[in-house]
């Protein structure tokens, strides 16, 4: 006889500890799951009136930790949170499957972040700097004079770091906002440039 944790348990006699039994029609010798001990081949001598099975399920909260730069759909294992194995020997393990939500800003794709600047286009045609948002804080970039919308410029190693990986980049695609009105005075003065440029009207 073995001693359980919560009790004794000892060989079941109707299957002598085999787990199956066989049961014989004519010929034949069919076998099935023993339906006394469920297949265990052994039976707890004295149940527990409060879990019946060696077993009590509880409702838990827990914290876990996320590994840096953990993606859309990874999982997260937690030892000894799952359920138990039979007769209460160590629990298994509790695996969360990672959702992670769209940022308003920014995308990812691994460990590269994406987003997008609007720029005026005097600031498109001579060139500026502006502060742009990045996951790691704000960076000063350097418009390049002439530069066209939909160029993307990179800013090196902004983006995701992922375990040993190479840490990612962020990359801005240019916006170019073009002004639906203009004053009398910023028409002439841009007249004055297309008349300079030889810019002549079809």
């Known amino acids: 006889m073995e001693t359980h944790k919560h009790g004794r348990f000892q060989r079941c006699m109707t299957c002598n500890g085999k787990g199956k039994i066989g049961q014989r029609q004519g010929f034949m010798q069919i076998i099935s799951t023993c339906p006394n001990c469920k297949g265990r081949g052994k039976v707890i001598l004295k149940v527990c009136p409060d879990c019946t099975n060696g077993h009590k399920t509880k409702t838990e909260t827990i914290r876990i930790s996320l590994p ?27 695996y969360f499957r990672i959702s992670v939500s769209a940022h308003p800003t920014f995308k990812r794709d691994r460990t590269t972040i994406y987003s997008e600047q609007e720029i005026d286009y005097i600031d498109a045609i001579l060139g500026t700097k502006v502060e742009v948002e990045t996951i790691h804080g704000p960076v000063n970039l350097k418009i390049p004079a002439g530069i066209q919308p939909g160029h993307i410029l990179k800013i090196k190693e902004k983006g995701i770091i992922k375990g040993n990986e190479p840490k990612g980049d962020h990359l801005i695609g240019i916006k170019v906002t073009i002004p639906n009105k203009l004053s009398n005075e910023e028409k002439e003065l841009l007249e004055k440039i297309k008349n300079k440029r030889g810019i002549k009207n079809d």
């Open 68 to 94: 840096v730069g953990v993606e859309d759909g990874n999982a997260v294992r937690v030892t000894g949170k799952g359920m138990p194995s039979e007769y209460n020997k160590e629990n298994g393990d509790l």
